[in-house]
């Protein structure tokens, strides 16, 4: 059997600091005494989060997103209302919702929201 690996989740972004803020907050995460750019879980079971600094603007879709697991056990209604009410915390934040995706008797409902820089990330 192979040996599990801790692994970190790198965010290329203009404004490191201000992503990395936005992402503790969002996450219940923690920046590290005198380290900027990174993020970590304090109970220390979460990935560490990196942001880097990289001069060119985002163009497309990412490729690979977060997914922020606030409905999970929950069906129809119950996990709708909480996926909205994640939406309603995180948007003072600085997310922008983009779209709902609805349950459709084999998915269970989702929300597409961007971070502060426009990193799409779903509600799940």
Request: with cysteine.
């Amino acid at each position: 059997m192979a040996a599990v690996r801790k692994f970190q989740v790198t965010f290329d972004c203009a404004d490191p600091e201000r992503v990395a803020r936005f992402w503790c907050e969002a996450l219940g995460y923690v920046m590290p005494d005198g380290v900027d750019c990174v993020a970590q879980d304090p109970t220390g079971v979460g990935p560490r989060l990196y942001f880097q600094r990289v001069p060119e603007d985002k163009v497309v879709k990412n490729r690979v997103h977060l997914d922020v697991r606030v409905g999970t056990g929950l069906v129809g209604d119950e996990r709708l209302a909480a996926l909205r009410a994640e939406q309603a915390r995180l948007e003072p934040l600085g997310a922008v919702y983009l779209y709902t995706q609805y349950a459709d008797g084999e998915e269970e409902s989702c929300i597409t929201m961007q971070d502060v820089e426009g990193n799409e990330f779903c509600l799940d």
